[in-house]
């Protein structure tokens, strides 16, 4: 673990210098899935263990974080920086740059160590051959990926349509979520926390998915959209039917 800590710590610290360079701490927001894979592998062939039980879940981590990463970076790159970090370099004043290295980078370090925590277990841990038990754990996180990579395609396939100007997008997935790449995230998680305890004590990694899906949950997922999504005239009698995270949980 404590080369998890090393590796991502380094990793920001190269976000950071970058960021400061360009004046865009939005940057920090491309990294995050990118950072997830190279963490993984890197643990993976540090130590040298190259079990079935390993590459699996390297491959689960790689599927989601480079496809995360090309999204994130297809949509920032070349953009001015984001106006959540633009607000914050203009209230921070003099203190940007300790408090971007503090609030920004730091604290995205802690999250990625915190919510990768059963990957770097599985990816350090002695060998464990692989169980057919597993599967489950690999189904929920297959489960979630649909949920996630689905969603964000018929989002991009709604605002692309012109058809569509100034609706809200109600079919699909967001028939039954409000969020269905948030609640698919979260689930994948849950996957890898199922797929990464079999054959270990190690309960202390549920902090994993716990942490991810409170965040997406009430802090900087569903809160952050759905307080701009609420000003659509549509939102409320949306909301009123459709369930906020979980599928088909109405209200």
């Given amino acids: 673990m404590l080369y998890a800590g090393i590796v991502i710590l380094s990793y920001f610290m190269i976000f950071f210098i ?13 990294g995050w899935g990118l950072g997830f894979v190279i963490s993984a592998w890197v643990l ?21 974080g480079l496809r995360l990463f090309y999204h994130i970076l297809k949509r920032n790159l070349f953009k001015e920086e984001d106006f959540r970090y633009k607000k914050w370099r203009e209230e921070w004043g003099k203190t940007v740059i300790p408090r971007a ?21 599985v990816n350090t841990r002695a060998s464990v051959p ?26 991009k396939d709604h605002i692309n349509n012109k058809e569509n ?22 689930v994948m998680w849950w996957g890898i926390f199922i797929y990464a305890i079999i054959g270990s004590k190690a309960w202390y990694i549920a902090i994993s998915p ?6 997406l949950r009430f802090v900087s997922g569903v809160p952050m959209l759905e307080r701009k999504m609420s000003l ?11 369930s906020a995270f979980i599928p ?3 209200k």
């Fill in 18 to 30: 970058v960021g400061t360079i360009l004046k865009n701490n939005s940057i920090v927001d491309i």
């Fill in 232 to 242: 659509h005239p549509d939102w409320e009698e949306y909301a009123k039917h459709t």
């Fill in 130 to 155: 692989f169980s057919w038990i597993m599967i489950i754990g690999i189904v929920i996180w297959l489960i979630g990926y649909y949920f996630e990579v689905v969603g964000d395609k018929q989002l």
């Fill in 165 to 186: 100007k100034g609706k809200l997008l109600t079919t699909g997935l967001w028939k039954y979520t409000r969020h269905p790449n948030y609640f698919g995230e979260a």
């Fill in 44 to 64: 993976f062939f540090i130590n040298g263990d190259y079990t079935l039980t390993k590459i699996i879940v390297n491959i689960l981590v790689s599927l989601w």
């Fill in 101 to 121: 290295f503090v609030q920004v980078y730091l604290q995205q370090a802690l999250f990625m160590f915190i919510v990768g925590i059963g990957v770097f277990h």
């Fill in 210 to 215: 716990i942490v991810i899906t409170l965040l």
């Fill in 248 to 250: 088909f949980l109405k």
